[in-house]
Nanobody
Framework: VQLVESGGGSVQPGGSLRLSCAAS??????????MTWYRQAPGKERELVAD????????NYADFVKGRFTISRDNAKNTVYLQMNSLRPEDAAVYYC???????????WGQGTQVTVSS
């Protein structure tokens, strides 16, 4: 099983990035997994950013990204996305994706992608 995040980089405040998380090797169809984006800044705990249900019918966002970030998924491509707009310096962190299914007893994590926001 592999989750590979990409799309991170360095942007100025107010800029945008689109993160991707590509999944492969799952026991079950990707469409059976709820997907979540987390982030972790230096010296801080990992925090939930946004999640999306397996069928994509429901999304949830942390208050600090509501109205700025959008999570989506393409089950045909086994990929989940995080569109990040109006980025702020406090959004700088390593962003991770996680997969979870009620069919399995464990979660799967990617290695993370770095997002830097500075002028």
């Amino acid at each position: 099983v592999q989750l590979v995040e990409s799309g991170g980089g360095s942007v100025q405040p107010g800029g945008s990035l689109r993160l991707s998380c590509a999944a492969s090797g799952f026991t079950f169809s990707f469409s059976r997994y709820d997907m979540t984006w987390y982030r972790q800044a230096p010296g801080k705990e990992r925090e939930l950013v946004a999640d999306i249900t397996s069928a994509g019918g429901s999304t949830n966002y942390a208050d600090f990204v509501k109205g700025r970030f959008t999570i989506s998924r393409d089950n045909a491509k086994n990929t989940v996305y995080l569109q990040m707009n109006s980025l702020r310096p406090e959004d700088a962190a390593v962003y991770y994706c996680k997969a979870r299914s009620w069919l399995e007893t464990r979660d799967y994590w990617g290695q993370g992608t770095q997002v830097t926001v500075s002028s």
